[in-house]
């Protein structure tokens, strides 16, 4: 991995253990930082760059959680070293960025991830499953926030410099739903936002796709964690518990006219990343063929959030 980053911490590393896979080292360009946070975390080793990392033949895939604008820069020199990628979103700082990035990855023939990891949840899987039934007719609408207060007045997350606010950062989830249940590109937006000292900390947009369908956008750093999500059909509707890092528990709940509301559970890893890191294992290992690839899904996103970034101005 790249980086000693705080999610690497906190989500990767716990879920990659969870997972069964094995983190070979970390690089960093503080040597002393990369040897304590590798002997820290139980990853076998520390090296002093990223080049180090690249260069390791014991390395399969390679995860990438640096500052966003570092995202295409090292993903790149990463799959033109043969190594499998996992990319922290957002996956490219603009939709013409991301435009370059995969083409190197179509001509490398190596999986690409962004790592939206909640595709790869028994949570979504089960969404799925309920869309393609018909449960709730054709699907019209999605409502998606995603929240949370940002105390740290000093946050990468705050800095223009690198490519941070509230809708690269949050607002991604609920457009990388949208690109993957609606099928096609977004046409349309109108945004309002609530703009700090550099960049928008919060954000409210309408997203139109094809065939009349929309998505209302809500996003920021400005109040307590929200990730309501709501999928409204001309049959009923769905309403997903903690849809972009599902916890056991986390439930998917129908709702139809007339009937009492079916609540399911279906989740059951203790952290949101195992199932992602199982498939590229599994990738790695020549048991499946690579899912929910950055080539699939990615400049969807990424062109959605050009389109509300410019309609937010």
């Not at 997203?207 to 209302?216: N, T, W």
Request: net charge negative; with cysteine; glycine share 8%.
């Amino acid at each position: 991995m790249l980086g000693t980053a705080g999610i690497a911490r906190s989500r990767f590393l716990p879920a990659l253990a969870e997972a069964g896979g094995e983190a070979v080292v970390v690089g960093s360009r503080d040597g002393a930082r990369a040897a304590e946070f590798a002997a820290a975390h139980g990853v076998a080793r520390g090296v002093t760059s990223y080049e180090a990392v690249l260069a390791d033949p014991a390395v399969q895939a390679v995860y990438v959680p640096l500052p966003n604008p570092l995202h295409a820069e090292w993903a790149v020199a990463a799959l033109e070293a043969g190594k499998a990628v996992l990319c922290e979103k957002p996956l490219c700082v603009d939709a013409d960025q991301a435009r370059r990035l995969l083409a190197v990855a179509e001509r490398a023939a190596l999986p690409l991830w962004e790592a939206f990891v909640f595709p790869f949840t028994a949570q979504h899987r089960r969404l799925v499953e309920l869309l393609a039934g018909g449960a709730i007719g054709e699907l019209r609408e999605i409502s998606g926030a995603f929240h949370f207060l940002l105390r740290r007045t000093e946050d990468i997350r705050l800095s223009a410099a690198t490519a941070g606010g509230a809708l690269a950062d949050v607002g991604c989830y609920p457009l990388r739903l949208a690109a993957e249940l609606f099928g096609g590109p977004a046409l349309t937006a109108a945004a309002s936002a609530v703009r700090g000292a550099e960049v928008e900390t919060e954000l409210a947009a309408l997203v139109d796709y094809p065939d009349d369908r929309r998505l209302l956008l809500s996003c920021g750093f400005r109040r307590s964690a929200d990730t309501t999500t709501v999928l409204s059909g001309t049959e009923g509707t769905i309403h997903l518990e903690d849809p972009y890092h599902p916890r056991p528990g986390s439930s998917v709940e129908l709702r139809r006219p007339g009937a009492d509301p079916v609540v399911e559970r279906p989740t059951r890893d203790q952290h949101s990343f195992t199932a992602a890191l199982r498939h590229v294992g599994a990738v790695l290992a020549g048991e499946e063929a690579p899912r929910h690839t950055a080539l699939e899904s990615s400049l969807p996103v990424a062109e959605a959030i050009d389109l509300v970034r410019a309609a937010a101005r």
